[in-house]
């Protein structure tokens, strides 16, 4: 009868969403040399990482401070990981005896998420083959204990339309899924309870845009589990004209999301009031750059990536214009760039008044075939072309206009704080690190941008408090994609 029993639990062993991570609570200690020491693994934060000295075999030891049924192991791996390893549990300090949970040779880092059936004090990585010529390095060392199965409302799998969610957990409740666009069919959603003898009942979105839920129900018939999946249909490409204005609350007004470049300081880009709200252009406000005279001559700035839309030119694209004031007659430089950096066009042509508002129109009909028009994301404007530039010199510019297909619309740049109810990012500014915390939100992932658009830091916590280390980053401006299970928000960060 206990090898019966023995045998049950093997298969039907479960980490809840609830379980503490044991491993936070626990001391670490490892092999000889560490470069970075034991218990970075166990801090809690995603920032900080144990790394070995760079040879076979290497090992990095938990002591949870008392034997724990322990159900489940993560290891999150840095990009130096193990290729051959073993996780051994055991009650001896010194691993004379120990259980061997779980063995690969076959590792390919990331995240590692092992359901084990052991008891014991002291869990182990024994790495016998690195992944790569460095060492071993670990950002997070998880251990969570085992539960009772006849509570486990978790599920196993849940499948949209066949396919299991990318990223899917059974501690993760809550989704966001992108379907194709055009899809007009509510997606069929599948789940399967992670033990037989629960029940998952799924309630489908009443629209493709919609929520679907499961409620799985455990074994004793008193513990459920509701997941929840928000879908959002992919934007079908819409042939529109892009206004670039710099009106109050329009794409393309908040002066923080203009990058100002190799103009000497770089005085910041702003918005202002039109100087001569007579002329061709009525707009209140404007857009305003100083090009200085030891500034380079293609000094000028550009929208960080992705704030202001996605599109790409089709064969409706002819021109693309722009209104300008300017103090001196010289070339004005426009410029549109894909989220890869790919440049569509460039194109050069002067002023012919100054003082006063013109209209400048560019041809860009042979844009349409560039190799780079897909997924543009970015205008570059050069308001004061020219070699040597004598003085220091003040141009306006506003209304920059163009046709294509829009492709989807920019990120948000306008806030500095961001505040949902019990949900907090601070401080902002900060120095040294900036926390995220929550009474009733799990933090899933923040993938952290730079000012020009450039993914620096990529996380997926899933817990209800991080914290991101800023003292690695230069001073400046970033933004943080921050994904909860309410949803997803991008927040202006700054490091000091």
Known sequence: MKQFII?????????????????????ASASDNAIQPAMNAIDGDVGTRWESEFSDPQWITIDLG???????????WEGAFASAYEIQITDDSTFTTFTSAYTTTTGDGG????????????????????????????????????????????????TVNGTTIAEFSSSVLNYNVELPMGTEIVPTVSATPS????????????????????????????????????????????????????EPGTVGSNAAAWNVFENDSNPPFEVVPNPD???????????????????????GCETQHGTIWEWVLDGTTTTITIDVYKPVISDVGIKMVNKTSGTVFELLQPNTVINEWETLTYDITSAVASGDNVDVDQIVVFTDWQDPRETDNTSYFDNISWEGLKLADGISTGIFDYTLPEFKIFPNPSQDVWHIKSRSQIVRSVILFDSFGKQVLSVKPNLDAIQIDASPFSTGLYFARVETNFGVKTVKLIKR
């Open 7 to 27: 045998l049950l639990f093997t298969s039907l062993f479960f980490v809840p969403a609830q379980s503490q991570n044991l491993a936070l609570n626990g001391t």
């Open 66 to 76: 008392t034997s724990y049924e322990i159900g489940k192991v993560i290891l999150n």
């Open 111 to 158: 995240i590692d998420d092992i359901t084990v059936n052991e008891t014991g004090r002291y869990v182990r990585m024994y790495g016998t083959v690195r992944g790569t010529v460095y060492g071993y390095s670990i950002w997070e060392f998880e251990i969570y204990e085992a539960v009772d199965p006849a509570t486990d409302a978790s599920l196993s799998d849940l």
């Open 195 to 246: 033990q037989a003898s629960a029940s998952a009942v799924v309630t489908d979105a009443t629209s493709p845009e919609g929520t679907t839920t499961v409620l799985v129900t455990a074994q004793n018939g008193i513990d459920t589990k509701t997941y929840t999946i928000n879908f959002s249909v992919e934007l079908t490409p819409v042939n529109q004209t892009f206004d670039l204005t710099f």
């Open 277 to 299: 709200a007579s002329g061709v252009n009525t707009s209140p406000t404007v857009g305003k750059l100083i090009t200085l005279a030891a500034g380079a001559p293609f000094a």
